[in-house]
């Protein structure tokens, strides 16, 4: 079964910093585009963050330059969110998602992860 | 990045049809054919719909369709059932190399 599975939200003072999980199965991390797609509580809009190429190219959303970094373990079929200087407007429910495609442009994420919470306050 | 423009709220009975517009700038929506529409029932995972503009996923109702006009494009529902009752974001990839999501649009099965 194609899944994904995230971690490592919580709660983190402003100024912090964590790391997400986002544990793949049902098919290579490393083969598609993965990524990182966030909603702010309670029920706002979805606000898309990063992504990482089949090939390794990275790129942000401008709330999250400088900040955030994604990366992917290919041997452990695992993508990662490492999250710094957080603030208290990162806190939201972060989702991992795979795009269905691995070439073009990404954008049709067809797997997503049940969310991970991210609290960021004082 | 601003977000794509969508209309808080739409409305419509059973077997009745919808639309939701999604607009965006030349960077983005106008530009390229790399549209998606998202749909979220509450306290889920949202759920592809329709991607490239106009594409349906497998296993997608084909009551379900997309189109583009220069920088708006739109979501159609037909025949609207109550499980079509959830929140729907339109998202598009943009010059910048990123992806920008509309602010999302309710819609309510009468």
């Known amino acids: 079964e194609v899944q994904l599975v995230e971690s490592g939200g919580g709660l983190v003072q402003p100024g912090g910093s964590l790391r997400l999980s986002c544990a793949a199965s049902?098919?290579?991390?490393?083969?598609?585009?993965m990524s990182w797609v966030r909603q702010a509580p309670p029920g706002k809009g979805l606000e898309w963050v990063s992504v990482i190429y089949s090939g390794g190219s990275t790129y942000y959303a401008d709330s999250v330059k400088g900040r955030f970094t994604i990366s992917r373990d290919n041997s452990k079929n695992t993508l990662y969110l490492q999250m710094n200087s957080l603030r208290l407007e990162d806190t939201a429910v972060y989702y991992c998602?795979?795009?269905?495609?691995?070439?073009?442009?990404?954008?049709?994420?067809?797997?997503w992860g049940q969310g991970t919470m991210v609290t960021v306050s004082s | 990045q601003s977000a794509l423009t969508q209309p808080a709220s739409v409305s419509g009975s059973p077997g009745q049809s919808i639309t939701i517009s999604c607009t965006g700038t030349?960077?983005?929506?106008?530009?390229?054919?790399?549209v998606s529409w998202y749909q979220q029932h509450p306290g889920k995972a949202p759920k592809l719909v329709i991607y490239?503009?106009?594409n349906r996923p497998s296993g997608v109702s084909n009551r379900f369709s997309g189109s583009k006009s220069g920088n708006t494009a739109s979501l159609t529902i037909s025949g609207l059932q109550t499980e079509d009752e959830a929140d729907y974001y339109c998202?598009?990839?943009?010059?910048?190399?990123?992806?920008?999501f509309g602010g999302g649009t309710k819609l309510t099965v009468l």
């Open positions: 490239d503009v106009s």
């Open positions: 998602a795979r795009d269905r495609s691995s070439y073009g442009a990404p954008g049709a994420f067809d797997i």
């Open positions: 030349s960077s983005d929506v106008g530009y390229y054919n790399f």
């Open positions: 049902g098919f290579i991390v490393s083969s598609k585009y």
């Open positions: 998202s598009s990839y943009t010059s910048s190399s990123t992806l920008v």
